[in-house]
């Protein structure tokens, strides 16, 4: 399909509590996938991504973890801030030999509200 | 480095009229992407450029069109105007095709 997800979910936790946010894609060829955060009225922020050749991969403070088994990635953050309040998306790119490749297929979002 | 810049960040057009956006992509990047964002659909691909020639088109119809400079600036035109067209339209930009897409702010597209 064109799209990574349907719905908008949101993920509500107090500061300083680890978050994890889910993602479901559904292009087995796809071989990229990388995580955006956007805040309001801004546009999406690059925070992590990871080819389909890795399983894990870490940044500062954050965690991405790909399983293509079930085609599912998740984006874990540490020690959550007020400052991390946004919505967080997932993209997929399929890889290269396709028509889609270069093309970037977002999710929906998932909004992450964290309370002091 | 500075980022990818958008022009205008608001407009506000009435049915039937055309629009032309336009993005600066980061110094250095030769791809550029476009996307479609809404509150029902969320961020939908439109288009991406690379070396001038278009490499990639999405699921829109013919009145959203782009094209890429030599200088890798971008634009996109948006011909005769549906209230459906109101949105924010991102461009991306990336070293190569396969690189990490960095997005600018947006330009805010009203459609009344």
């Known amino acids: 399909g064109e799209s990574v997800g349907l719905h908008l979910p949101t993920l509500s936790v107090q500061e300083g509590d680890n978050s994890i946010i889910n993602c479901a894609y559904s292009n087995s060829a796809s071989d990229y996938f990388i995580w955006y955060k956007q805040e309001s009225g801004k546009g999406p922020q690059f925070i992590i991504d990871i080819r389909s050749n890795m399983d894990k991969r870490q940044g500062q403070r954050v965690t991405v973890l790909l399983n293509k088994t079930v085609k599912h990635l998740s984006l874990q953050i540490a020690a959550t801030q007020p400052g991390d309040s946004a919505v967080y998306f997932c993209a997929e790119r399929a890889g290269a030999g396709g028509t889609s490749y270069g093309k970037l297929t977002f999710g929906q979002g998932t909004i992450l509200t964290v309370h002091p | 480095k500075a980022g990818v810049t958008q022009t205008p960040r608001y407009l506000i057009k009435t049915r039937g009229q055309q629009v032309t956006l336009s993005c600066s992509p980061i110094s250095g990047h030769r791809s550029v992407s476009w996307y479609q964002q809404t509150p029902g659909q969320g961020l939908q691909f439109l288009f991406e450029?690379?070396?001038?020639?278009?490499?990639n088109k999405g699921n829109f119809p013919g009145r959203f069109s782009g094209r890429q400079f030599s200088n890798s600036r971008s634009e996109m035109n948006v011909s005769t105007l549906e209230l459906g067209d109101s949105a924010l339209y991102l461009c991306?930009?990336?070293?190569?095709?396969?690189?990490?897409?960095?997005f600018g702010p947006g330009t805010r597209l009203t459609v009344l």
């Open positions: 450029y690379f070396s001038e020639t278009q490499r």
């Open positions: 991306a930009s990336s070293r190569l095709l396969t690189d990490t897409q960095y």
